[in-house]
């Protein structure tokens, strides 16, 4: 008898993206919890992707940080929370005292709660006096903030996730959607399979999966958004694609803006050619457009990560301003944000620039209605230090003292060798994280452990605006606390009022409460308003539904939200009208130079998040792509000198890194592709924060990932290798490795400059097998220079490795699924000593599809001998792709080429 666990089931949200899906968190017999997807939340109703699927594998408690720790001359000592609080308490007032409120400063983090981002801004802006509390959301989305501020005077996200699923037409620019925000993605898939005739164009400089389902990809030239988006706005012009009526009663700044767009973007012909399309690719995206009046663009990193930022964000609305597209059901421009609560933030005014509740340091009425409410003593009334430049500050000693919430700014800052610097010469450095050992963490003279996922409990706000319950579904380990606790400690130790809060639940009432506080026409009116949600209960707080914001109560006690902004043309600027902005546009700072030629891109992978401290710690995931790697044109590796599978070092103006050259990532000319992920604890030199230039947005701030001039040259080595090891290894001697996460081992795929005269000893000794009498089954060719040992602890395989000059080893694949075997057969003993399974099907290739582990060997197999031709036949046949679906554009690339590649067989 089956019986269902769902009422035992905790109600949470997702730990990773902006779309901010609904998880059930089930517990099981055997005291782990199932994760799925929560079928009653509007944002993914029911779905999960892989990252969301595997969250139970990264809840473990291996490398927590469970105990305050302090940093002394002979190390870390583990303190008391009194200790360790003291300790920072003390430091801060003498700092302040000396050097005034500015030389301290937060860098926090999208992953907050609200609860804890709100306590967080509290302190720093109303307590200690200083706006110096940056956020690394300032990396991912303050352009889009910005773009929103100056187009509706305030930061105001005018659309919701149903709107996706009306529109006639979904432009994604700068945004790979079908790997970075998957559910949004096979929403828009679901609604276009059911509408066949709703179109789906895609602008970015690379050919991404979100590009295989696409009706048009745009692959314009990286920077060049503004001259394509003021292009568009001067043929609808042009064409009289425009609502007058609308442009006349609802907004200002229309000539202005047309002056500037026709002044460099008249021409179609010059357009295409600087935007490097196809002019009839640029016309049929054009004529789609003016003929399409339910649009939606979305925009995400590509659009926000540029120096040109949130000129590129005003350009896109100013093309809905043009035509009223906005307001209504299925139209309207849309930031899809990158991290959980990247929102929230945004509410509590997380980034240096804003103050809480959508209102702005520099108004002293803002100034006046915040402090009021918090009856604070020291307000900040200027602009804090944007996380540029607050590490360049660190670094110049202007800033003394730094605390790192829940980031790693050493991996994911720009120019990050300038970061490590920084912390290097800075007098106290704090961090509150879940893991002991980062490369933050590192650096750090407090150590302080934060509640992680299933641990923390309070509210997220998603992409569209949407507040949803995170709850807490595992006990708190060791001594963690949630961060709003320890910043509160923290405060109250400063000698401060106001900060004691019973729970969570106080302090997101505060929250509301300022929402609403003196929020009305005739005082300080802001649109951002959950003054409905104040004053609940304890209990309906715990119970509280995912819920849009504005949300307000109605005379008779009803709560009112609004699913999309502005349907009634009214705006947040004071004179009630939204603005078209005059964006000229320009290209990157930065241009590439004989002696950097390319021009390096980054962003995310599919199954993993942003420096891998939680997604490294799941073998389902590390299945998909295992190491960084620099994906480039075929041409540029010719005349880099580099050869796909090889390593190959890249190198800008600021640093370098190590990566594996690959094609196929469709890259055009000019440009590499190199993700974010690796961090110094899971490769030796793949940092490529470490190579991004620090240039930033005038406007918002916000760093140029998408575009850096690089060189990529080989990375020479002797030889390659890799080992699967049930222990942990010390790999510090060797030229290059990456560490990945394997189901009851790790792998470490390795490249090696010294040269080694006795493998066996060598090997003995790095993998610690002193015992003579081991069971150490090896092979060796000299001649070749290939070797391969296995170590066997009664009949089950305790670790390998593997060694060769040539890149062609073994299928890593097939040798993991060795490690699942509780003994060794004969069979899988010859196939370890010849270097290859004797089993026909044992090598299942890399993974594909990471929510049914089903390999590439695999799918292709089945694409021949079962003559698949669709993807949905290889779902039926295999399950591949049925889940989250986020790798049936691979599936679909992958059938296409294997049948390609069968017919040339047959011909
Ligand atoms: S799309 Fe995936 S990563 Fe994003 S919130 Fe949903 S489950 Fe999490």
């Known amino acids: ?234 043929y609808l012009s042009r064409i009289g694609a425009v609502d007058p009526r609308f442009i006349e009663q609802h907004t200002n700044g229309f000539q202005a803006a047309l002056d500037v767009a026709h002044a460099d973007c008249a021409d179609l012909a010059v357009v295409a050619k600087i935007c490097r399309v196809e002019l009839s690719l640029l016309l049929e995206f054009y004529e789609l457009f003016a003929a399409t009046h339910k649009t939606i663009t979305a925009y995400s990193m590509g659009v926000n990560q540029s120096s040109a930022g949130t000129d ?239 949300v307000r109560r109605t005379a008779s006690g009803e709560l009112q939200t609004e699913v999309r902004l502005f349907k009634d043309g009214v705006f947040a600027h004071a004179d009630g009208k939204a603005r078209f902005i005059a964006t000229a546009p320009r290209l990157p700072r930065n241009a590439v ?54 390593l190959a070092r890249v190198t800008s103006e600021w640093g370098a890194m190590v990566a594996r050259v690959q094609h196929g990532g469709g890259i055009p000319r000019g440009s590499v592709f190199i993700p974010i992920h690796w961090s110094g604890q899971t490769a030796s030199d793949a940092r490529v924060g470490a190579v991004v230039n620090p240039v930033v947005d005038p406007v918002s701030g916000e760093p140029e990932f998408k575009h850096t001039p690089v060189r990529v040259e080989q990375f020479r080595v002797n030889w390659h290798g890799f080992i699967l090891s049930r222990d942990a290894l010390n790999l510090d001697s060797i030229a290059h490795w990456t560490r990945i996460q394997g189901r009851e081992f790790a792998r470490y795929e390795l490249a090696g400059r010294n040269t080694i005269k006795d493998h066996a000893g060598w090997s003995r000794a790095l993998l610690g097998v002193g015992d003579p009498d081991a069971d150490w089954l090896e092979y060796e060719d000299k001649t070749a220079g290939v070797y391969r040992a296995v170590h066997v602890v009664n009949d089950r395989i305790e670790q390998c490795i593997f060694m060769s000059p040539r890149q062609d080893m073994p299928s890593r694949a097939w040798l993991a699924s060795l490690f699942a075997k509780e003994q060794l057969s004969e069979i899988d003993r010859i196939g370890l000593l010849v270097g290859m399974p004797v089993e026909k099907g044992a090598d299942t290739g890399p993974t594909v599809c990471s929510c049914f582990g089903v390999g590439r060997n695999t799918i292709c197999n089945a694409i021949i001998e079962k003559d698949l031709k669709t993807v949905a036949e290889v779902t039926a046949c295999l399950k591949a792709g049925g889940n989250c679906g986020s790798c049936v554009p691979e599936i679909k690339k992958i059938l296409v080429q294997t049948r390609v590649e069968a017919e040339e067989v047959r011909l």
């Open 1 to 234: 008898m089956n019986l269902s666990t769902d009422h035992l089931a905790i109600r949470t949200t997702c730990a990773y993206c902006g779309v901010g899906c609904g998880v059930q968190a089930t517990p099981k017999d055997d005291g782990t919890f199932a994760i799925a997807g929560d079928k009653q939340h509007p944002a993914n109703k029911g779905r999960l992707c892989v990252k969301g699927s595997t969250l139970g594998e990264t809840v473990g408690l291996e490398g927590r940080l469970l105990y305050p720790q302090v940093r002394e001359a002979d190390g870390l000592r583990r303190v008391s929370w009194d200790a360790a609080l003291d300790k920072v308490a003390g430091e801060w007032r003498r700092i302040i005292a000396e050097h005034g409120p500015d030389a301290v400063a937060l860098y926090v983090s999208g992953q907050l709660l609200t609860e804890d981002y709100y306590v967080a801004n509290k302190l720093m802006k109303g307590y200690i006096g200083s706006a110096n509390i940056d956020t690394n959301s300032r990396l991912c989305m303050s352009s889009a903030v910005a773009g929103y501020k100056r187009a509706f005077g305030e930061d105001l996200v005018p659309v919701c996730y149903d709107d996706l699923e009306l529109a006639d037409m979904i432009v994604l620019v700068g945004s790979n959607t079908a790997w970075c925000h998957p559910i949004l993605f096979q929403r828009i898939l679901k609604a276009k399979e059911a509408r066949p005739e709703m179109k789906l164009v895609v602008i970015d400089p690379r050919r991404t999966a979100t590009c295989e389902l696409a009706d048009l990809h745009l692959p314009v030239k990286a920077g060049t958004d503004v001259w394509l988006f003021n292009g568009l706005l001067n």
């Open 312 to 550: 590129k964000a005003n350009a896109i609305i100013n093309c809905h301003l043009i035509g009223g597209r906005l307001g209504k059901p299925g139209m309207g421009p849309f930031s899809i944000t990158g991290q959980p609560n990247a929102m929230g933030g945004r509410e509590v005014g997380g980034l240096a620039n804003m103050l809480a509740a959508h209102m702005d340091l520099e108004r002293a009425e803002h100034r006046d209605v915040v402090q009021t409410f918090w009856e604070s003593p020291a307000m900040a009334d200027k602009g804090g230090l944007k996380a540029v430049d607050l590490f360049q500050a660190i670094e110049e000693g202007k800033v003394k003292s730094v605390w790192v919430i829940a980031t790693n700014p050493v991996v994911s800052m720009p120019d990050a060798d300038q970061v490590r610097r920084a912390l290097d010469k800075c007098e106290l450095v704090v961090t509150s994280d879940i893991m002991q050992d980062t490369d933050t963490t590192a650096y750090a003279d407090v150590l302080l452990p934060a509640l992680g996922w299933g641990e923390k409990d309070g509210t997220v706000t998603n992409s569209e605006r949407r507040i949803s319950r995170q709850r807490a579904f595992l006990s708190a380990p060791g001594e963690a606390l949630p961060d709003w606790k320890i910043l509160s400690l923290f405060a109250q130790r400063m000698g401060y009022t106001g900060f004691d809060f019973g729970g969570q639940h106080g302090v997101f009432d505060e929250h509301a409460r300022l929402s609403g506080f003196r929020n009305a026409a005739a005082d300080v009116p802001r649109a951002f308003d959950m003054s409905g949600l104040a004053g609940l209960q304890q209990s309906d707080y715990d119970a509280l539904e995912p819920t849009q914001w504005p």
């Open 593 to 646: 130079s004989e002696e950097y030629p390319l021009s390096l891109n980054t962003g995310r992978v599919r199954d993993q998040w942003h420096t891998m401290t939680r997604t490294g710690k799941s073998a389902t995931l590390a299945d998909h792509i295992a190491e960084s790697f620099v994906d480039m044109h075929p041409q540029d590796a010719l005349l880099s000198g580099v050869k796909e599978g090889e």
